[in-house]
């Protein structure tokens, strides 16, 4: 099987389980356990701390320990602290072992995004090989949540603790049968980090400000000021992944240059815009297609070019310093839109307004910072 589908497959089986977790964590702390809604809100700083901690410690051991290795270990410890959780099932231990499998989950990915990088020779396969991860990731993202918000009626929210230990394991053969790719590794704790990929961590971090609007804000808006209900969210969530599923690999063969991802930040920030104006749940279908066209655009080509950009001898560390650039904008996003939101209900420009003019920033800066040739020659 072509590395590209064993990753991709690989991540269908690791969402699956993940997003039947994950999908309903909060949620049930605050349900299903009892924990004030303070408490759960600390659990979310908890897990931004965390999962920032993970991003550069993942760095260092997809380099040191190796790619592969490092996806092994962490695919399997994940599971473990979730069957310790699900064996005891009280809350304090619950949130101890899920901030744990979130640590892990993460240095997973940073792994993962180095192995690509390690594998695809040019600009074009890196970009073919993202948009094929993406394929098995959102197929993943497209079942989960609607199967496990019926377990979680049924059964409640440890079963969905138990599943989401069990199911990741079914990919841990393919993951076994990796081969660990040869590179070069720069030794030591410090790296230094070359100017062109610093430079390039600045419209990133406003670009995932962006994209972190798909989630808390875009659900809170439309839920209260557009009257949509929470199942009516859930299947706009639900029609972005399944877009991603069967466009995102015909949409990839044509992201051939770097500089597109302008292009794809200027269709974000309209779409976001249009927000402001959807007046009813059909609109909001129309719209939420332009959003996905956005992200089948941007993210492959953000994770391309991080990877050409990086340096081969500390790939790892530069995978998860792009990481954790990538998981402060989305938890910023939610931060300030949360800020904006009591006056986005009066008046919608004042948060979607503010999107745009951050998608606009990030398109500027793309445009200075990225230039094709330069790119591309850098991987060759």
């Known amino acids: ?70 996806m092994i270990i962490s695919a399997v410890v994940s599971s473990i602290v979730l069957i310790i959780a699900y064996l005891i099932n009280r ?3 619950v ?50 949540p609607a199967i496990g918000g019926l377990l979680y009626e049924v059964y409640g929210f440890r079963v969905l603790m138990l599943l989401g230990s069990i199911i990741p394991l079914a990919a841990l053969p393919l993951l076994v049968s990796l081969n660990e790719p ?25 670009t ?6 798909l989630g808390f804000p875009l659900l809170t808006y439309y839920n209260a000021h557009d009257g949509l209900t929470t199942f009516q969210v859930g299947l706009l969530y639900m029609e972005n992944g399944l877009l991603v599923v069967f466009l995102q690999d015909l949409i990839g063969r044509y992201l051939k240059k770097p500089s597109l991802i302008s292009l794809g930040m200027v269709i974000y920030g309209v779409s976001y815009l249009t927000v402001a104006f959807i007046p009813n749940f059909a609109w909001a279908i129309a719209d939420m297609f332009f959003i996905t066209f956005a992200e089948m655009i941007v993210s492959p080509l953000s994770q391309s070019i991080a990877n050409t ?41 004042a948060m979607w307004g503010f999107v745009f003019a951050v998608s606009l920033s990030s398109t500027g800066l793309y445009a200075i910072l990225v230039k094709d040739i330069a790119v591309v020659s850098r991987r060759a």
């Open 208 to 213: 995932f400000l962006v994209m972190g609007q």
């Open 1 to 70: 099987m072509e590395l590209s589908n064993k990753l991709a497959l690989i991540g269908a089986v690791r969402s699956l389980g993940g997003s039947l977790l994950w999908s309903f964590t909060g949620f049930a702390l605050f349900q299903y356990y009892r924990l004030p809604l303070t408490l759960t809100s600390i659990f979310y700083v908890a897990q931004a701390v965390v999962s920032s901690i993970a991003f550069v410690i993942g760095g260092y051991l997809a380099d040191f320990l190796g790619r592969v290795r490092t």
């Open 182 to 206: 040869n590179y070069m590794v720069e030794t030591g704790l410090t790296f230094h980090v070359n100017k062109s990929f610093a430079l390039f961590l600045i419209p990133t971090f406003l």
């Open 309 to 349: 950009l990086a340096d081969p001898r500390t790939r790892g560390r530069y995978m998860g310093l792009y990481s954790l650039v990538t998981g402060l904008g989305r938890t910023t996003a939610s931060s300030i839109s949360s800020l904006l939101l009591p006056y986005a209900l009066r008046q919608p420009l």
């Open 91 to 93: 809350p304090l231990v």
């Open 95 to 144: 949130v101890i072992m899920v901030l744990i499998q979130s640590f892990f989950n993460n240095v997973y990915g940073v792994a993962n995004t180095s192995i690509v990088g390690d594998y695809a020779r040019s600009f074009s396969s890196l970009v073919r090989y993202f948009s094929r991860l993406r394929v098995g990731i959102n197929a993943g993202w497209a079942i989960g």
